[in-house]
């Protein structure tokens, strides 16, 4: 049987990733431990990998595709093909940023007051050419972990990743400046992507990926309409296309179904109770695929 190697990110991604799957309409178990999860495709094989390795594994043909940070396919300068974002993160939809940090007590103001300095990151490449690419010159060293606590003792600024925040100011550090924007991608090497049947399996994987993230930030509603508030109720949905209407058995009346953004529908639903809808039903989706 054909099958498509697939790596998927260990590690702080893990959940968010098997979470995105399983929306998509993949469930996949992970054993304690292991690094081959079992996946409900005979068609597809999982391998779990660092995100930090990712993106070489995939160039040098390991396995066919993956989900990795656009951060770590900078920092190893690895010639795959990108076929399309995914903006999710382990705690929120925001992109992880790659930002320069100081101990807020700090004289360092800007990228410039680095010359001569030392900084701790596990992005090293990246932060060596945007140094050189600034013209300063400091001392870059890797750091194994914890680099939050790190200044002002042990280094003199961090580039480290964050999503909120957070854990950098409880441990009162200031944000200098945002080198890198990170968000997971989908990417393939480019031999795989010359195989006719791989090709078209990953297409098919970003299709309901892609449909499932979508569904993540809406919801479905419906509801039942008398004739004589239908236009009011209609003026106040937005949609994909246009809301879907249909005659119910009673006579005069209409049911009416739509997709929103979920963010807008606690101010929608009392707003259409308002214009007269009735019997309203919020629903969740698994995808929607426009």
């Known amino acids: 049987m054909k099958k498509l190697k697939m790596a998927l990110p260990k590690g702080s991604l893990e959940e968010a990733t098997y979470k995105l799957l399983k929306k998509a309409g993949f469930s996949i178990t992970a054993p304690s431990r292991s690094f081959f999860p079992i996946v ?29 940070g656009y951060d770590w396919i900078c920092e190893n300068q690895s010639d795959v093909e990108e076929l399309c974002e995914l903006q999710y993160s382990k705690q929120t939809r925001r992109p992880v940023r790659w930002v320069l940090a100081v101990h807020k007590d700090s004289s360092i103001k800007t990228v410039k007051d680095l010359q001569g300095k030392k900084i701790a990151t596990e992005l090293v490449g990246v932060t060596k050419r945007y140094l050189e690419k600034h013209k300063i010159r400091a001392d870059v060293e890797f750091s194994w972990g914890a680099t939050e606590v790190k200044p002002p003792r042990l280094a003199d600024a961090i580039v480290e990743a964050t999503e909120t925040g957070s854990s950098l100011r409880a441990n009162n550090l200031r944000i200098v400046k945002t080198i890198l924007t990170s968000t997971p991608r989908f990417v393939a090497n480019k031999t795989s992507l010359r195989n006719d049947w791989k090709r078209k399996k990953m297409d098919n994987l970003i299709l309901l990926l892609q449909g499932a993230m979508e569904a993540d930030v809406k919801v479905g509603v419906k509801m039942n309409v008398d004739k004589k508030h239908l236009a009011k109720v209609l003026k106040i949905l937005p949609a994909l296309k246009q809301p879907t209407v249909s005659t119910l058995s009673t006579k005069g009346w209409y049911g009416v179904e739509t997709i929103i953004d979920e963010a807008i529908v606690r101010e929608i639903i009392p707003a259409l109770k308002k214009a007269g809808a009735s019997g309203i039903i919020e629903y969740p989706l698994n995808k929607v695929i426009a």
């Open 40 to 68: 409900d495709d005979p068609e597809l094989e999982v391998i779990l990998f660092r995100p930090q390795e990712m993106s070489r594994y995939i160039e040098n043909k390991i396995v066919d595709c993956g989900i990795t």
